[in-house]
């Protein structure tokens, strides 16, 4: 009966397997086994992978006997590797679920792109999802984590999700396939397995159905899920802009919505933050307050939200020393040099500097507090803060500005905005700097 159901499923969910290779992740337990012989009977071409964690002695390696044995029956090609799991979770102080987590999905990944594999199946199943959808529902989630386990994620495929674990272990036992048990599953100290063996079997006896209608409930879930990020895709192209590598929401029309915290966790949630409350405030605080995640930073700038990834490279040298006769620099950013004729060309790419005046090595850096300069265009000498301000660079912009300065220190230009006057050009220049980026 569950070939049959499986065999539909597959050609209606999962007709991408077709002529395509599978990594079985491959435990021992029931769940894994019936999925190799499911996919095997139906003639998908597949591959087992075993992690042994050697986290239960002597049981792990017959765990690890077990699937090398299915795969010399079936005569399917087979991975093992071993993982000293709890050394790798202490030092890199992970707990043991999610560092086991971490190591196998790495590694089949990594099979699958030594060995050009298409695939990775894991043998989720239904009551796998509803305990997590309990999970995340004791835990506070949003609609994401209610939506449960999904059927395909990249490469990862879970053909056995619609079924019950129930379903899965008749199969086995009418097929006489052998498993392996893991004792572990038993133990109630981890949350999974208490509502695994404490929750669920109390809401089957209220509901029989439960499993039935829990999927329908997912089913009903994931169509709100697509009405809601058609929408947020739709708000988006009118408060949302993109510049370079910056995001820029225009807060006055985000206040306008009818939940403006739910849409902005709506664009958010895939940034890391974690902050939900602050970041709402964000929107009526002062300008210049920033909210990080592990990736992202978003500032309060005026009259915009402004999100940028943070910046995992190495720390840049605060100064850079530029050398007579130098053409070219490319590093911290690509500035050019050269001698030319041009005369009262202007452009925010290019000054043109009166190269009599100038002292080498020229130094480029960033801004300081007490830097003033003394603008184009302009009586007098003014502070590059109060420019900037007067420009209304946000924070960001300000951050990413380089000066390019005499020897002495006083500033030529501010790159790509405003050229000091005291080393501009007149009608009767003759030795003229080009300086481009």
């Known amino acids: 009966m569950l070939l049959k159901r499986f065999k539909e499923h597959l050609s209606l969910k999962f007709s991408c397997v077709k002529n395509k290779s599978v990594l079985v992740a491959a435990s021992g337990g029931v769940d894994s086994v019936a999925l190799i012989h499911l996919l095997h ?13 050697q986290l239960r002695g002597e049981a792990s390696d017959l765990d690890e006997s077990l699937v090398r044995k299915i795969g010399k029956e079936l005569n399917v090609k087979t991975y093992v590797k071993r993982f000293n799991t709890n050394e790798i979770a202490k030092h890199k102080k992970l707990s043991i679920q999610i560092a086991a987590r971490n190591l196998r999905y790495n590694w089949f990944f990594e099979i699958c792109e030594n060995h050009n594999i298409d695939f990775i199946a894991t043998a989720h199943h239904a009551d796998d999802n509803l305990e997590t959808f309990l999970i995340n529902l004791s835990r506070g989630s949003g609609l994401d984590g209610l939506l449960g386990i999904p059927e395909n994620n990249g490469k990862i495929i879970r053909p056995l999700l619609p079924f019950s674990k129930e379903a899965i272990i008749e199969y086995a036992k009418n097929a006489n396939f052998i498993w ?5 599953n038993e133990k109630t100290k981890y949350t999974r397995n208490k509502i695994r063996h404490q929750v669920i079997p109390v809401l089957k006896s209220i509901n029989p159905s439960l499993l039935k209608n829990f999927t329908e409930t997912i089913n009903h879930l994931s169509g709100s899920r697509n009405i809601i990020d058609e929408k947020v895709v739709e708000i988006s192209t009118e408060i949302i802009r993109k510049e370079d590598n910056l995001v820029k929401i225009e807060i006055d029309k985000m206040l306008k919505l009818s939940d403006p915290k739910a849409f902005l966790y709506e664009i958010l949630k895939g940034y890391n933050f974690t902050e939900w409350n602050n970041i709402y405030n964000l929107l ?3 300008s210049g307050k920033i909210i990080r995640s592990k990736s992202h930073i978003l500032l309060k700038d005026r009259g915009f939200l402004l999100l940028r990834e943070l910046e995992l490279k190495p720390e840049e040298k605060s100064i850079y020393y530029i050398e007579e006769n130098t053409t070219e620099i490319v590093n911290p950013i690509k500035i050019t040099f050269k001698n030319t004729d041009k005369k009262w060309t202007v452009s925010k790419n290019y000054v043109l500097v009166n190269k009599n ?5 020229i130094i480029l850096r960033k801004w300081e507090e007490g830097d003033f300069f003394y603008p184009t265009g302009m009586i007098g000498k003014k502070k590059v803060s109060k420019f900037f ?3 209304k660079l946000s924070k960001f912009r300000k951050e990413q500005t380089w000066l390019l300065c005499n020897a002495t220190n006083e500033i030529i230009w501010i790159v790509g905005m405003r050229l000091d006057r005291r080393f501009s050009i007149d009608s009767f220049t003759s030795d003229i700097l080009q300086i481009s980026i």
């Open 41 to 53: 009977s139906l003639g998908v071409n597949i591959v087992l992978a075993h992690c042994n964690f």
């Open 180 to 184: 392996r048990e893991d004792e572990s």
């Open 284 to 286: 009526q605080a002062q």
């Open 357 to 361: 005046l100038v002292t080498f090595p």
């Open 389 to 391: 301000k007067d420009e």
